[in-house]
Nanobody, 127 residues
Framework: QVQLVESGGGLVQAGGSRRLSCAAS????????MGWFRQAPGNEREFVAA????????YYADSVKGRFTISRDNAKNTVYLQMNSLKPEDTAVYYC????????????????????WGQGTQVTVSS
């Protein structure tokens, strides 16, 4: 199991930027694919972005492609989500998640793929 703690959420104006961080504890972080999901009130949790354990491949939802960037620092056990050109529809609780299996070389991007979750951090984008 990997314990995850997100930070960096808050209130931002439309068009602005925000960087989320997710700090992981446990020695298995560097072997796990990592993902970001979000959930707005009344909506299901949706995939935002993911990164392979090595950092060599990334995946994005169409709604954030070109605006968000996921990255990781395995030496610091941390994964990041840089969010630019934010829109009001990006408002949600953002969750960090770790793959339930180690060394997986593909990412599907569904919640059931991920076995460890953080508590979430609220991002609110005002218009």
């Amino acid at each position: 199991q990997v314990q995850l703690v997100e930070s960096g959420g808050g209130l931002v104006q439309a068009g602005g930027s925000r960087r989320l961080s997710c700090a992981a504890s446990g020695r298995s972080f560097s072997s796990r694919n990592m993902g970001w999901f979000r959930q707005a009130p009344g909506n299901e949790r949706e995939f935002v972005a993911a990164i392979i354990w090595s950092g060599g491949r990334t995946y994005y939802a169409d709604s954030v492609k070109g605006r968000f960037t996921i990255s990781r620092d395995n030496a610091k056990n941390t994964v990041y989500l840089q969010m630019n050109s934010l829109k009001p529809e990006d408002t949600a609780v953002y969750y960090c998640a770790a793959d339930s299996r180690a060394w997986r070389n593909t990412i599907v991007g569904v919640p059931t793929e991920f076995g460890s979750w953080g508590q979430g951090t609220q991002v609110t984008v005002s218009s």
